[in-house]
């Protein structure tokens, strides 16, 4: 049932009430949001800040400068299997006595590989010679363990792996590896995971006759410091009879880069020689890579 109509006394009472409140007294009832827990009004006179949306505009307290550097071109070459690949020890290892020595390489004369170890002052630790397992004339694989005995805890230096051309029977190439040579402390041998030629002729090509008593020689080549290539002219003796040196035009230091040089040379009759290319060193100060190309030397 609804609520009973109210009496004509009811509606004069009402009416008599709301005219005993006072003028204003009603702006100064709560409103909702001043009646919830936890609400605080606004003081008088203060702005509520605007909130903060996707389109608010972020604060910048400089402005962005931009500098456009140019990004070198690094050289992309299909490079040749290097000749002597020494997988271990690879890169960063550090090595304690007896230290294996493993790899690929040859043909070399008499199946013989030269090993040696090379202190952080140039000087020799220790050598030895190994033999390639292969037929002779053939290039195979080598495993040796090297003894060495240093005097301090730890030496930065070289393995060292060359042999001598199986036709030649002259010095044909030599690889390195640096290491850390440990007298106490455990070993950490990586493997060698590269197998590209670290220095690659490209002219004169492998028994190509050159006369005239000029060479070009040019190649590519990665080098483990900013130092020229030697480049030799050595005659059927090995006796070196040009000499000259070549910068690797190389976009950033470390990396694949090309070289060029002309030699001039004199010989009294025609000839077998080589090409011989040398990186060297100075941390340690030694040799750090050798190759060379037979080549037939005309007046």
């Known amino acids: 049932m609804g609520d009973p109509p109210l009496t ?18 009603a702006a100064q009832l709560p409103t909702a949001a001043e009646g ?20 608010t505009p972020a604060l910048v307290l400089e402005p962005p400068e931009f500098v456009s550097t140019p990004t070198p071109t690094r050289i992309s070459l299909n490079l040749p299997q290097e000749r002597i690949i020494l997988e ?31 202190g952080e002052q140039g000087q020799v630790l220790a050598r030895i010679t190994t033999f390639i397992l292969a037929p002779d004339g053939a290039s195979g694989q080598f495993i040796v363990t090297v003894p060495f005995a240093i005097s301090g805890v730890a030496e930065a230096g070289l393995v060292e792996v060359s042999y001598n051309g199986y036709t030649t029977g002259t010095l044909e190439h030599i690889a390195t590896r640096p290491v850390v040579f440990l007298s106490v402390g455990p070993a950490r041998i990586h493997t060698n995971q590269g197998t590209a030629e670290k220095i ?17 020689v040019s190649g590519a080549a990665v080098l483990d410091e900013d130092l020229p290539l030697l480049i030799e002219i050595r005659n059927v003796e090995g006796e070196v009879i040009a000499t000259s040196e070549a910068e690797i035009q190389a976009p950033v230091d470390g ?19 080589s090409v011989a290319v040398t990186e060297r060193g100075l941390r340690p100060p030694a040799l750090r890579h050798f190759t060379s190309r037979r080549v037939y030397l005309e007046p």
């Open 8 to 25: 004509r006394p009811a509606i004069a009472v009402f009416l008599i009430l709301a005219a005993c409140v006072p003028a204003g007294r």
């Open 36 to 55: 919830m827990p936890g609400a605080s009004p606004t003081p008088a006179g203060v702005a509520t800040p605007a909130p903060i949306v996707d389109g």
């Open 88 to 118: 271990a020890p690879g890169p960063g290892s550090q090595v304690v006595s007896p230290v294996r020595v493993a790899g690929w390489g040859g043909p070399s004369a008499g199946g013989r590989l030269f090993i040696r170890l090379i």
């Open 200 to 216: 690659t002729l490209f002219a004169p090509r492998e028994n190509q006759v050159v006369r005239g008593g000029v060479v070009t």
């Open 255 to 273: 990396e694949l880069g090309t070289f060029a040089a002309e030699l001039t040379y004199s010989v009294p009759f025609p000839q077998y020689g």
